[in-house]
Structure formats: C-alpha cells, structure tokens
T-cell receptor, first 112, second 114 residues
C-alpha cells in the first residue's frame, strides 16, 4: 500500500503562498498523486492531480520531483476561504479497483 | 447536473434501529463508494460498487450492507445501529478506476446513534 505522510496542521495569512508537502516513499510506478480539499461539513473536493514534474490549474500547482517520493501542493495568495483540510493521496489498488486511502490530512488555517 | 446527492442530511437513531442511506449520481458513473468519517479523522471506505448489481467490501464493512440495483443509486443500510456507527457518511462516484481517476463526493449524511 502506498501511504502518505503530511503535516497535521499549518497556519498562514491572507495573501501568502502556502506549500504543503506530502511524503509517499512507496509510490508505485503507475500511481498518480491526487490532492483533495475538504471544507467543514462538506465532502472532499478534487483539487489537482499529477504524475511527474509540475501541474498547474486555476486553483493550485503541484510539484513532483523526479523520484516521485514526495509532492508539494502550492496554493498562491491564499484567502480566508482556503481554510480547509487538504488530503494527499496516491493510487491504492486492490484487485484492480481503486480505493483511495485518506489519511488525516493537513488542516490549513488562514488568518486575516 | 446535481452531481452526487445524499439523503437524508441528518438522522438520529436509537441503538438497534435500522435505516437506509441513499446516494444518487447523475453523471453516469460506473463506480460508487461509501465512506465514513469520524471526528478529526480521514475517510474510511465501507463498501464500493464497480457497476450495477455488484458490490464489494471496503476497509470497515462490518455492520453495514449495500445494494446497487440501479446504476445511479447506491444504498447503504444499517440493520441494527450501534453508537459506534455515529459518524458522517459520504458517498462518492467515479467514471472509472485507477490512479488517474478522481472521485466526486456528496455533501454527507450526519448520523447520531444514541
């Protein structure tokens, strides 16, 4: 099983860039790295996904080094509404079916 | 396009009572999942389905049963509720499986078992 390790919590201020690093030493060759965001009282929501190097969308950037043993989610210029829990996941296969393994995530608190 | 919806949003049960949680998706997704999330914890997979008429156990299946009679619906049943099943239940769906796929989650059902 590909397990992930990420900080339990992070604090930031509005307008700052936030980088959340996730460690996944046992990532498999075919695994993608996916980040989800969860607001209080809501289900997780897909943010970004990547396999290697860098991926960018309108919400975030994902940096993945060549060895793929870690990844960094970058949130540019965070706002109060970015306060949420962020989950880093890698593919977890069981007889060919996808089973995302959610850890406890990183609780990001953005202050004014 | 409502995505994934869950019914009910909140429910209180007494120990030993039964209930069914309904999940519906309108994205024509083949795969559907039920998770539970306890306070301060990540999500844990209860059961999942890879297509109409098929279901499989996840990480924490004990005390729950599921059915997928229609492609768009995935039901989670509690035959005899216990306080340990107090949790928030999330349903999700995906088009396919594999590391490259993403799951779409519903808003959750809060269940309190007294």
């Amino acid at each position: 099983l590909a397990k992930t390790t990420q900080p339990i919590s992070m604090d930031s201020y509005e307008g700052q860039e936030v980088n959340i690093t996730c460690s996944h030493n046992n990532i498999a060759t075919n695994d993608y790295i996916t980040w989800y965001q969860q607001f209080p009282s809501q289900g997780p929501r897909f943010i970004i996904q990547g396999y290697k190097t860098k991926v960018t969308n309108e919400v975030a950037s994902l940096f993945i080094p060549a060895d793929r043993k870690s990844s960094t989610l970058s949130l540019p210029r965070v706002s109060l509404s970015d306060t949420a829990v962020y989950y880093c996941l890698v593919g977890d296969w069981d007889t060919g079916f996808q089973k995302l393994v959610f850890g406890t995530g990183t609780r990001l608190l953005v202050s004014p | 396009n409502a995505g994934v919806t869950q019914t009910p949003k909140f429910r209180v049960l007494k120990t030993g009572q039964s209930m069914t949680l309904l999940c519906a998706q309108d994205m024509n997704h083949e795969y559907m999942y039920w998770y539970r999330q306890d306070p301060g914890m990540g999500l844990r997979l209860i059961h999942y389905s890879v297509g109409e008429g098929t279901t499989a156990k996840g990480e924490v299946p004990d005390g729950y049963n599921v059915s997928r009679l229609k492609k768009q619906n995935f039901l989670l049943g509690l035959e005899s509720a216990a306080p340990s099943q107090t949790s928030v239940y999330f349903c999700a769906s995906s088009l396919g499986t594999g590391s490259g796929e993403t799951q779409y989650f519903g808003p959750g059902t809060r269940l309190l078992v007294l």
